[in-house]
């Protein structure tokens, strides 16, 4: 971080952006050194793309919560809850919720059946080649767009905590964030990773916890009290109530229903969170982790809850506005209220600390899907050795970085948490009902995966491009023109229940009879962990 | 997936017979009946919570106790009911579901499958699945 920036408008800039790159610069060192003593142990496939299969259940839950709590969650919820009440708490409910998909349906299966990638457990008893191409690009969609909005987020986050606001220095910072993604990803594969998550998550509990705890403690730890002075500095009863945000007509209505459905149905479809349960040894350790992962991610949300209508009360709707960053400076508006610059500092390089670990689990999961996927079961036909296909690997990820770096760059200034929500709108709509379905559907075929992947991915990314998101509205991407038709601002809606359909209509329709015993040893294989687990003691 | 060395993968024919026998099937509608319902629960409740949100606002701005209001309470129940139905599953399936899927896993490997159905056990390993 020895890196001369630009000289900052320091007017506008809330703490003392010099504490803060330092602490920021702490949190490099130190998981710098974790990273490159994981690194020692990381030399087969299983090791750089499980982490070797050696972590516990409570460790891979705490990953689990820093790969899922991104920087969208933090700032993006408290700034919601702030500003638009109780329709913000609406997002996080749907958020947490999400993990009972994950947890019932999904995590155990998945643990017995794959090894590495999402398409391990989707081609199993299907024909790998149409299969794995589909489920690599949807892979390769659902990461891109989350790595776009992590990478714009970082651009964002600097202009208010570093007293950075010029293009060039945001730009650089990007750079920044894009080299050490890179870095950490090379040296430490997913065990390195693991871990800069797993410190991530304790960092990003323990701030959040003690700034909840100090807010509380303003209002003589009565939550009530809270509430009502949020509701005398908004001036605005209806802060409490729902229909700040999605009240206002019956599209708007609709759209929320369509967000909530997306929301609850895309975490567990989600590449990167999926390729998670893949690090630890056993299914049962693999539901451990759920569990730890659903105590980590409620509590997180409702310490938001508190931590959003904490900053309403004592900072109010026009400060947070009229702040550098806006809606997104809730949170740090509130620390720097708290405790000042210090707590600021802290924070900010929570936040940083935040947007690192899920590019890295991003970029790693990417990475194995094209290197797993395509490149060794596709273009070398499961024929390539683990070797070659490590070096696929790492050189995907410097692509992956280069490439996100530019698109972080091109995407600045852009929604985050439109990003994100198009990720998982995507990852519902297109990876969802396949898992789902050749998990429990015995009839599945593959034209019922081919027709249900490419159908959501299509239907769900063509109907943003022609939805008020892309065009014709007041914060739309592009401005002056207007060619949306669709009324909605996110899919899910429509494309999950159509790619749902899809797939049931094209497996039923599928002349190609699949072999039912893959499909038996699929099904045997998923609920009694056989060849995935140590065996049983005779 | 055999990266713990197993002297006997179990065959094709292992699998399809254990897919078909009582045990297996004893294991499976344990699973679903607990999953299932479950399931069914949780997306009505929180399609139900929603629902409220968006058309019954002044039903969830009651207030009941000081500022805190029903949408806040039911929002909150929505954290309770999550967490108790993951606790609920964990339980459940370390006492229903892991004994059984021990046991499969146990006659699985010794092979014990196949033999049932009088077919003679093929000696060959199956290939690995990439």
């Not at chain 1, 969650?73 to 749907?94: E, H, K, P, R, T």
């Not at chain 1, 708007?252 to 999926?274: E, I, N, Q, R, Y």
Request: proline share 3%; net charge neutral.
């Amino acid at each position: 971080m020895n890196v001369m920036l630009p000289a900052a408008e320091a007017t506008e800039t809330v703490g003392t952006p010099w504490l803060n790159m330092l602490i920021f610069g702490a949190f490099v060192v130190v998981t710098m050194v974790v990273v490159l003593r994981a690194s020692k142990y990381t030399s087969t496939a299983a090791d750089y793309f499980a982490g070797g299969r050696s972590f516990s259940g409570q460790q891979n839950g705490l990953a689990i919560a820093g790969d899922y709590l991104s920087a969208a969650s933090f700032l993006g919820i408290v700034g919601a809850i702030a500003l638009q009440g109780y329709d913000g708490f609406l997002y996080s409910i749907g958020f947490l919720v999400a993990w009972l998909v994950a947890l019932l349906l999904i995590a155990e299966p998945l643990r017995n059946t794959g090894k590495f990638t999402m398409a391990d457990v989707l081609s199993f008893r299907l024909r790998q080649r149409p299969v794995r191409i589909a489920a690599a690009t949807s892979t390769l969609c659902v990461t891109f767009f989350y790595l776009l909005a992590q990478m714009a987020g970082a651009g964002a986050l600097v202009s208010l905590l570093m007293g950075i606001h010029s293009g060039w220095g945001q730009s650089l910072v990007i750079v920044v964030v894009g080299s050490l993604m890179i870095a950490y990803v090379l040296i430490g594969g997913m065990k390195g990773t693991t871990w800069v998550q797993i410190i991530k998550a304790c960092l990003l509990m323990t701030g959040v916890g003690i700034m909840t705890i100090w807010a509380l403690a303003l209002f003589g730890f009565n939550f009530s009290a809270m509430l009502g002075e949020a509701v005398d500095v908004a001036n605005n009863a209806a802060i409490l109530e729902p229909g700040l945000r999605y009240g206002e007509d019956s599209i708007t209505k609709l759209d929320f229903l369509s967000l909530g459905m997306a929301l609850v149905f895309g975490a567990a479809g989600l590449p990167h969170v999926l390729m998670r349960f893949y690090t630890v040894p056993t299914a049962k350790e693999a539901r451990v982790s759920v569990v730890w992962a659903i105590a980590l991610i409620g509590l997180f949300y409702l310490f938001t809850l508190v931590l959003g209508f904490a900053a309403a009360a004592l900072i109010g709707e026009e400060r947070i506005l009229s702040a550098p960053g806006g809606v997104n400076s809730a949170a740090p508006l509130l620390a720097f209220e708290l405790g000042g610059s210090v707590l600021l500092g802290v924070i900010a390089a929570v936040a940083f600390a935040t947007i690192l670990a899920v590019v890295a689990g991003l970029a790693i999961t990417a990475s194995a899907s094209f290197a797993h996927d395509i490149y060794s079961n596709v273009i070398k036909k499961g024929k390539s050795s683990g070797k070659e296909e490590l070096r696929v690997a790492k050189i995907t990820v410097v692509v992956i970085g280069i490439v996100s770096i530019l698109g972080g760059i091109g995407a600045q200034g852009q929604n985050v948490a439109f990003l994100v929500a198009l990720a998982f709108a995507v990852a519902a709509s297109a990876n969802l009902p396949t898992i789902l379905y050749s998990l429990y559907w015995r009839g599945f075929t593959t034209r019922g995966a081919v027709w249900s992947m490419y159908g959501g991915l299509i239907i769900s990314v063509g109907l943003i491009i022609f939805s008020p998101v892309m065009s014709g509205a007041e914060t739309a991407m592009i401005a002056g023109v207007d060619f949306a038709w669709f009324p909605l601002t996110n899919p899910g809606l429509v494309s999950i229940p159509a790619s749902f359909l899809l797939g049931f209509i094209g497996s039923k329709t599928d002349p190609y009879k699949e072999d039912l015993k893959k499909q038996a040893e699929m099904e045997v294989r998923s609920m009694t962990g056989v060849g995935a687990e140590a065996p049983v003691q005779h | 997936m055999s990266e713990h060395p197993s002297p006997a993968e179990p065959t094709a024919e292992d699998f399809v017979a254990a897919q078909r026998s009582p045990e297996f099937e004893s294991l499976r509608s344990t699973h679903r009946k607990f999953v299932v319902p479950m399931t069914v629960f949780f997306l009505v409740w929180f399609a139900l919570y929603v629902l409220l949100s968006i058309y019954a606002t002044d039903f969830m701005s009651i207030q009941v106790i000081g500022n805190v209001n029903l949408g806040i309470i039911l929002g909150l129940l929505q954290f309770v009911t999550t967490f108790g139905i993951t606790g609920l599953y964990v339980a459940f399936a370390n006492k229903s579901l892991d004994p059984q899927a021990r046991d499969l896993r146990a006659t699985l490997e010794a092979g014990d499958f196949a033999g049932r159905n009088g077919a003679a056990r093929p000696g060959s390993t199956l290939a690995e699945e990439a």
